[in-house]
């Protein structure tokens, strides 16, 4: 009797999970929607977590001393896929304007850093966390080259160690990747499974104007400054 309602229970849990797995085949979690933008709107761009591949505990991109916006930090999650992935997503001081080239972008200038601050941004460094940067729910991504192969990487390193010499990553190279929208009226078709969905593209109300949509955020490092040696 006892093995039967074990096994009885084993067949309801099975059925609820089957259950839950067809009604998920038709219909996909809410996220985010595209933007049009005009020439020279501005981009705001977003960070996540620090993250690292060695530890896999989150930390705060504010948890260390980078520069901060002006308007003071702010949670900037905006869809229901990153909260259900717990990001934690906040405002940055990054600035882009759509289809418009700038060059030497002064970010901030930060105050001198503690004991503890140098202490935290080695063992950061240490342990290969990297920055995690968003423009328009799309993340910042690097293309590399090595033994023949295409390698992509999310994100950047925080810094890198040199024999006894640490070196902090702090003048950056972006590339905001876009595609032209001839047509006004333009939507996108989103879906998952049998589920499909036209949206419409988000963007200045009572604007006839094509606009462009971000595909992508390339980065590439540029210079870096001695952090500190032993």
């Not at 289809?99 to 601050?117: A, R």
Request: charged share 20%.
């Amino acid at each position: 009797m006892v093995k039967m309602d074990l096994f009885d229970k084993f067949k309801i849990w099975a059925l609820f999970i089957c259950l839950i797995a067809q009604l998920g085949h038709g219909f996909y979690l809410p996220g985010s929607y595209p933007h049009k933008y005009g020439i020279g709107d501005v981009l705001s761009v977003k960070v996540n977590s620090l993250t690292s591949i060695d530890t896999e505990i989150p930390f705060s991109y504010y948890s260390l001393p980078f520069c901060q916006p002006q308007e003071g930090v702010k949670d900037s999650a905006e869809n229901l896929g990153e909260l259900l992935m717990g990001d934690r997503i906040e405002n940055s001081p990054y600035r882009f304007k759509m289809y418009t080239n700038e060059t030497e972008i002064f970010l901030c200038q930060t105050k001198p850093l503690s004991g503890e601050e140098f202490k935290v941004l080695k063992k950061r460094i240490d342990e290969m966390y990297q920055v995690n940067l968003i423009l328009d729910n799309l993340p910042a991504i690097r293309y590399t080259r090595k033994e023949g192969f295409f390698l992509r990487w999310t994100g950047y390193p925080v810094g890198i160690k040199v024999q006894d010499v640490y070196y902090l990553f702090n003048h950056l190279k972006f590339n905001v990747l876009v595609h032209k929208y001839e047509d006004t009226n333009a939507a996108r078709v989103m879906g998952t499974g049998d589920g499909a969905e036209v949206i419409p593209m988000v963007g200045k109300s009572g604007s006839e104007k094509p606009g462009y949509m971000v595909v992508g955020l390339r980065w590439s490092l540029v210079v870096f400054n001695t952090l500190l040696s032993h």
